[in-house]
């Protein structure tokens, strides 16, 4: 009888659950009703605890849900919202803002040393059956190309988890941050057959487990090819300086054709009026932004101004600060001023563009981003290779079905698709060789 109550606990090295509950009676208001039992509310808050810990560490960046009507009804009763305030009073857990019809609280865990532990209860295995008998409200509509795209994921298998470990054990020596959970969650625990979308959102975007897994990662995955787009956000604000500027096609053509070495804008316009192009109503930081986004070379030229930061770093700052940041931003980053002073007529365009949508700049792009990749996906499904996209990247899985496949036909699969959008992309391999 007692191997049929074992149960693997999640639980915080650092957090006395008698002291949490004592703070959870002295904070709660009971009016008439008698005080909860210290026995039930340690079961509760141990089984919460786990619950946060172990939907935590899955999450890239240590974040989770809980649905709160499931919860209270099954689990937590009308202890759930004091239990969750009481945790974040401690600074145990922070808590975002509730958004309806979206989804439920933010909960971000905040301390990370954790520990396992075997237990023997009753109470936990049932809340745990309920909990696998629940269903909750699909994140995306189920439909023919979904079917198809959870087959594919359903490819992906860890090729070296040695490898992965040893990159883990090498690199991530504090085994109290969320970073050494999370790296090793993906490796020790990743299960094939569980593979599939976990959500769609409303631009298009999909979500698995290859969207959140660590770039370090995934070589030892069964990856054949990766192929990004290249400065792929800087990239799709062409489709609309494009419109906005009238801009041909033949100027598009002869900038991406070209085998180019000088970027500078005054360069490119003689270029152009050497080939009988006149370009006298585009302003030539534009045609330079064109060119240097559709070469891959966006962001080099950041890097040489701030060049104590990596590549990676940059790229970060460039979308938070120029792409993503919001018109009401009480500040204008050394990021944003060095893109005004680059492309004054690009950065108009931009802004001109979030005050129109309301801020919603970022998901037009990411909607742009996921009507290109949804045709490249099905191109390849219809010559049966098993690929996925990973939002600007496509992803090729290591087999039987992808022997034929080669990096020039995929890469011509991509730029096709671009370019019925007047698109020219650069697209590079990230992983494999041709």
Not at 53 to 69: F, P, S, V
Request: aromatic fraction near 14%; charge should be positive; hydrophobic fraction near 35%.
């Amino acid at each position: 009888m007692r191997k049929n109550t074992k149960f693997t606990l999640a639980y915080l090295k650092d957090v006395d659950i008698e002291y949490i509950i004592d703070m959870h009676i002295a904070y709660s208001e009971f009016e008439n009703k008698p005080k909860p039992s210290r026995g039930i509310l340690k079961q509760k808050y141990q089984y919460m605890l786990h619950l946060i810990i172990t939907r935590c560490k899955y999450h890239q960046d240590g974040l989770c849900y809980l649905n709160a009507q499931f919860y209270r009804d099954h689990i937590f009763n009308d202890h759930f919202s004091n239990m969750l305030s009481t945790l974040c009073r401690l600074a145990v857990i922070n808590m975002g803002e509730y958004m309806p019809q979206k989804h439920s609280r933010t909960i971000c865990l905040l301390d990370w040393n954790i520990g396992f532990r075997t237990v023997y209860n009753k109470k936990f295995l049932k809340w745990e059956q309920a909990l696998k008998k629940w269903k909750p409200t699909p994140k995306y509509e189920p439909n023919k190309f979904t079917d198809h795209y959870n087959d594919c994921l359903k490819c992906l298998r860890l090729t070296d988890k040695e490898g992965a470990q040893k990159y883990i054990s090498d690199n991530l020596k504090d085994k109290s941050t969320h970073k050494y959970h999370y790296y090793n969650a993906c490796v020790n625990e990743f299960n094939a057959d569980k593979m599939g979308i976990y959500s769609i959102d409303e631009q298009g975007r999909i979500y698995h487990f290859l969207t959140s897994l660590p770039r370090e990662l995934r070589d030892y995955y069964n990856i054949r090819f990766e192929l990004d787009v290249a400065n792929s956000h800087p990239l799709l604000t062409n489709y609309y300086l494009i419109k906005y500027y009238n801009i041909n096609n033949n100027i598009l053509l002869l900038l991406y054709n070209n085998s180019i070495y000088h970027y500078d804008g005054e360069y490119l316009g003689k270029l152009l009026k050497d080939n009988n192009i006149e370009i006298d109503d585009i302003p030539i930081d534009v045609i330079e932004y064109i060119a240097k986004t559709q070469h891959g070379k966006f962001y080099d030229d950041f890097i040489s101004e701030f060049g104590d930061i990596e590549r990676s770093e940059v790229k970060k700052k460039v979308f938070s600060q120029v792409f993503y940041s919001h018109l009401d931003d009480p500040f204008v980053s050394k990021f944003c001023k060095a893109f005004q002073k680059m492309y004054p007529n690009v950065y108009k365009v931009i802004h001109k563009l979030k005050v129109e949508t309301e801020d919603k700049l970022p998901h037009l792009m990411m909607k742009v981003e996921s009507i290109l990749f949804k045709p490249i996906v099905e191109e390849c499904w219809r010559r049966r290779w098993k690929v996925v996209n990973l939002h600007d990247a496509l992803i090729v899985f290591d087999v039987k079905e992808n022997e034929t496949v080669n990096v020039e036909e995929l890469t011509s699969i991509i730029k096709a698709v671009y370019n019925k959008h007047n698109l020219y992309p650069t697209v590079k391999l990230e992983i494999g060789s041709e």
